[in-house]
């Protein structure tokens, strides 16, 4: 089955500065990578997805990259802010006939003021 | 509209008891997952249903895990004689469909905690 593997598992920055947080895949007939924010005892919310008909997509502050040979992709925030303090989540499907979302086991970002 | 929702918000229960956890879907979704989050780790995938129907069970742990779904609307995840290792928050979320990889929207979760 499909095995997602999530780095770092914790990322400090300052505010304004940029974070990147990285996944890898080992199936690659998966074609459909979410990433999604879960605020302490909050449930998980998607921020951004992507699929395997494109390389980057972006949303103000947030960009994901995908490089479908090397199987990794990417979560891009710049100029954080203290809300964007959470845990950060990444996943992989196959899409189309499939339904299952495995996920990494997390980022924990810290925005510092 | 509403969005996914969960009951109950938090369980405490004795080991050896059973326990019955409850979603209810967004309106108009089919689709319907189970996960499990244990503490400070990832979603584990237990179990889905495209309508009423289970096709793949793969994910739960034990047999004393089920799950089943009626009137194609709300799920209920049921733990049998429940063990320290099940506690954990629970889960669920809805998508329009399963297929073409449609958006997953979670619920806030059932915080389940066996002494």
């Known amino acids: 089955g499909e095995n997602v593997e999530q780095h770092p598992s914790t990322l400090s920055v300052q505010e304004g500065d940029s974070a990147v947080i990285k996944c890898t895949y080992s199936?690659?007939?998966?074609?459909?990578f979410p990433w999604y924010k879960q605020e302490l005892g909050k449930r998980p919310q998607l921020i951004i997805d992507?699929?395997?008909?494109?390389g980057e997509k972006k949303d103000q502050r947030i960009a994901v990259t995908l490089n479908k040979t090397a199987k990794h992709f990417s979560l891009h925030i710049t100029e954080t802010q203290p809300e964007d303090s959470a845990v950060y989540f990444c996943?992989?499907?196959?899409?189309?006939?499939?339904?299952?979302?495995?996920f990494g086991k997390g980022t924990k970002l810290s925005v510092i003021p | 509209g509403a969005g996914v929702s969960q009951s109950p918000s938090n369980k405490v229960t004795e080991k050896g008891k059973d326990v019955e956890l409850r979603c209810d879907p967004i309106?108009?979704?089919?689709?319907l997952y189970w996960y499990r989050q244990s503490l400070g780790q990832g979603l584990e995938f237990l179990i889905y249903?495209?309508?009423?129907?289970?096709?793949?069970k793969s994910g739960l742990p034990s047999d004393r895990f089920s799950a089943e779904r009626t009137g194609g609307s709300v799920s209920t995840l049921t733990i049998q004689r429940t063990q320290q290792e099940d506690s954990a928050v629970y889960l669920c979320?809805?998508?329009?469909?399963?297929?073409?990889?449609?958006?997953?929207?979670f619920g806030p979760g059932t915080r389940l905690l066996v002494l």
């Open positions: 199936d690659s007939a998966s074609n459909y």
């Open positions: 249903f495209q309508g009423n129907s289970a096709p793949d």
């Open positions: 996943a992989a499907s196959k899409g189309a006939g499939s339904y299952q979302l495995t």
């Open positions: 992507i699929r395997s008909n494109v």
């Open positions: 309106s108009g979704h089919t689709a």
């Open positions: 979320a809805s998508s329009l469909d399963a297929g073409g990889a449609k958006t997953q929207y």
